[in-house]
């Protein structure tokens, strides 16, 4: 009996392995921002910048709306 059990499972190991697979590309994803090569000071200084950047073109904005 316990042959017939694997057999009525058939693509079991497959879909696991599908499953796993898209778990995989998941984390990957996730990490994949942190992986910029870049120490914490530098990634910092870099968000900073890009985040003055941002600021100073909704002062621009909000300057050409008046």
């Given at each position: 009996m316990a042959?017939?059990?694997?057999?009525?499972?058939?693509?079991q190991r497959d879909t696991d392995r599908?499953?796993?697979?898209?778990?995989k590309d998941k984390v990957?994803?996730?990490?994949k921002g942190k992986e910029d090569g870049?120490?914490?000071l530098q990634r910092?200084?870099?968000d900073a910048k890009a985040?003055?950047?941002k600021?100073?073109?909704k002062a621009a904005e909000d300057a050409a709306k008046k």
């Open positions: 042959g017939g059990s694997a057999a009525t499972r058939g693509n599908a499953r796993a697979q898209k778990r990957a994803a996730a990490l870049l120490t914490p910092k200084e870099r985040l003055q950047e600021l100073a073109k």
